[in-house]
């Protein structure tokens, strides 16, 4: 039941990941067609961020299998 429960969660975040994603791309999209350097870095930190969560997030899955 505990692997279960895990699992379960580790769909949700991948499901949260992914979406985060999406927006993140969109914003870098407006970002750029806008000029605005600024907000666009801050952009790219946090994509940078994101795909760092979701490659620990597949390293912790393959070591609990």
């Known amino acids: ?3 279960i429960c895990a699992a379960k969660k580790v769909i ?3 499901d949260f990941i992914m979406s985060l994603k999406i927006q993140l791309t969109e ?3 407006e970002a750029m067609r ?3 350097s600024a907000r666009l870095g801050v952009i790219r930190m946090a994509a940078v961020l994101v795909r760092r969560v979701n490659i620990l997030l597949r390293v912790t899955q393959r070591h609990a299998q």
Do not use: G, P, V
């Open 1 to 3: 039941r505990l692997f």
């Open 12 to 14: 949700l975040i991948r």
């Open 27 to 29: 914003a870098m999209k």
């Open 34 to 36: 806008a000029k605005d």
